[in-house]
């Protein structure tokens, strides 16, 4: 399953969601984005994506997209269009 969980910042929240998911790497192939993050913090965790996914196929590729607090404005028009025709 691939799961992409995306946070505005690191919270509990998020912490504990991104470690019970992280744990079972043979199911669930976990992505995460934080969007207040440095943009190095992609290169400290391998799960760190720098960006949301702004492509179609590219967000349609995960399974399950998780959102905790995200700051709705940090979110493309394209992707919120892409929401709005998905559910």
């Known amino acids: ?13 998020f912490r504990f969601l991104k470690n019970v998911l992280a744990r079972d790497k043979e199911s669930i192939q976990l992505k995460t984005v934080l969007q207040d993050a440095d943009l190095d913090y992609a290169s400290t965790d391998a799960t760190a994506q720098r960006v949301f996914p702004v492509r179609r196929d590219e967000l349609f590729s995960y399974d399950v ?11 493309s028009v394209s992707v919120a269009l892409i929401f709005c025709l998905w559910f």
């Open 65 to 75: 997209v998780v959102f905790g607090d995200v700051n709705p404005s940090f979110l």
């Open 1 to 13: 399953i691939r799961v992409l969980l995306v946070q505005a910042y690191p919270n509990y929240e």
